[in-house]
């Protein structure tokens, strides 16, 4: 275990469903982020918090919202997602300046049909 | 920005022979760079990092990376590969403050 917890392990939405992805780490971390990997393509980072701000926004479409509510929290809101949005999405924590490196979850396997 | 990349989509060896994962990047400055492993169904495990110091980093599970300045190339090594260490690799340098850039993964297959 990496200290790093996701939840769910799976998901299969509709396309007009709403749902939340959620990540919790209790390392002390201060930085949490969300990536997302597709089959045949680099990890995509989408988002980063430092201190439970939004530091980084890679052009993810607006119907991925993330959330952050503390340091130890973090969410995507999901809504009204497309098939091309099925992936493996990931959730990783840092420390500053990520020296110690970035620790990841187990990921939360996404299947909109 | 900063970025690797892994020439290798797939590596296919014999258990018991050495196991090369090649990995090389582009930066400027000095480089923080990583490996980490993944297995199916499951997210990115840390297994070793380079900020500074000696060249030959050892990690997790036997492997090591040998930090080439010269070549600009990290590449992960096992001297003694096996079948449980068929996976997916990444190599991934830090790209900025709170940012880590990923090659697009080397598929390592251990054959008995």
């Known amino acids: 275990e990496t200290g790093v917890t996701q939840t769910p392990r799976h998901l299969v939405m509709g396309m007009t469903n709403k749902k939340s992805l959620k990540c919790e780490q209790h390392?002390?971390?201060?930085?949490m982020y969300w990536y997302k990997q597709s089959a045949k393509k680099p990890l995509e980072l989408m988002f980063v918090y430092n201190f439970k701000e939004q530091t980084e926004n890679n052009s993810v479409p607006s119907r991925f919202s993330p959330e952050c509510p503390n340091s130890s929290h973090l969410f995507l809101h999901l809504h009204t997602l497309q098939p091309e949005d099925s992936a493996l999405y990931l959730c990783a924590s840092s420390q500053e300046s990520l020296v110690p490196g970035a620790f990841f979850g187990q990921g939360t396997r996404l299947t909109v049909v | 920005a900063q970025s690797v990349a892994q020439p290798e989509d797939q590596v296919n060896v014999a258990e018991g022979n050495p196991l090369t994962v090649k990995c090389t990047y582009s930066v400027s400055g000095n480089p923080y760079l990583f490996w980490y492993v993944q297995y199916p169904n499951r997210g990115l495990q840390f297994l070793l990092k380079y900020i500074t110091g000696d060249n030959l980093v050892k990690g997790s599970y036997g492997f090591e990376a040998e930090f080439n300045k010269s070549q600009t190339s990290f590449h992960l090594k096992k001297p003694s590969a096996l079948v449980s260490d068929s996976a997916l690799y990444f190599c991934?340098?830090?790209?900025?403050?709170?940012?880590?850039?990923f090659g697009a993964g080397t598929t390592v297959t251990v054959r008995a």
């Open positions: 991934a340098v830090r790209d900025g403050d709170y940012k880590l850039s």
């Open positions: 390392l002390g971390h201060n930085a």
